[in-house]
């Protein structure tokens, strides 16, 4: 395919489209795999907290598949579309690790691996994309540094505290969304710099 990649055109944000079509598809996923905690029996924190991590997941791939990757560049769209395999594995994995977490059977330090491991591939496949951003929105060496940074730090935090399901997924939600922060804030102002904010993003 790539050597014949030359001889075709893509509609790029038709492609995204269709792609994150497929991504909203596996957040369903995740909605029904945690919908048994948002029962009148099982409502707890971890509701909520599960929650801001889906929220924050959602935000964070759509601020960069829908805002800042760049629809009119000339690219064929090959890596596009198979970073989003890590994607999907990553979704799947967090969706079946959420639920193991509260499992008092289960062992715990495999499960907080297991989350980790879909939420480094979720993360990394994302920034992945970040060199076909719009011009002024193409991450630096800093950009991934801080990114790296907050997964390493709360992996090894939630590691060490593998057995206190309440700490690991208090963690989890604390690096959700200060990855999520950290790209809305790089967003906004890059786009003060250079552009216009477009605040359908938020």
């Known amino acids: 395919m790539t050597r014949k990649a030359k001889y075709f055109q893509v509609n790029l944000p038709h492609l995204i489209e269709r792609i994150s ?42 601020g960069q598949f829908d805002h800042a990757i760049d ?44 989350f980790y491991i879909g939420l480094g591939l979720f993360q990394a496949a994302v920034l992945a994309n970040g060199p076909y951003n719009k011009h002024y929105l ?4 800093r950009f991934y540094f801080i990114q790296a940074a907050l997964y390493l730090t709360a992996l090894t935090l939630s590691l060490i505290c593998a057995s206190n399901p309440m700490i690991v997924v208090t963690i989890a939600t604390i690096l959700t969304l200060a990855i999520e922060i950290h790209f809305a804030y790089f967003y906004i102002k890059q786009t003060k710099k250079f552009s216009t904010v477009d605040w359908h993003l938020f």
Not at 138 to 141: A, L, M, Q, T
């Open 21 to 62: 079509l497929l991504v909203i598809i596996t957040f369903g996923e995740m909605i029904m795999g945690l919908a048994n905690f948002f029962t009148i029996e099982n409502f707890s924190i971890y509701s909520l907290l599960y929650f801001m991590i889906m929220l924050s997941l959602f935000f964070f791939y759509f």
């Open 138 to 141: 193409r991450f630096s060496k």
């Open 71 to 114: 629809e009119t560049s000339n690219q064929k769209g090959i890596f596009l579309i198979y970073s989003h395999y890590p994607i999907f594995i990553g979704l799947i994995m967090l969706t079946v690790s959420m639920s193991f977490l509260l499992n008092p059977e289960a062992n715990h330090l495999f499960v907080t691996s297991f």
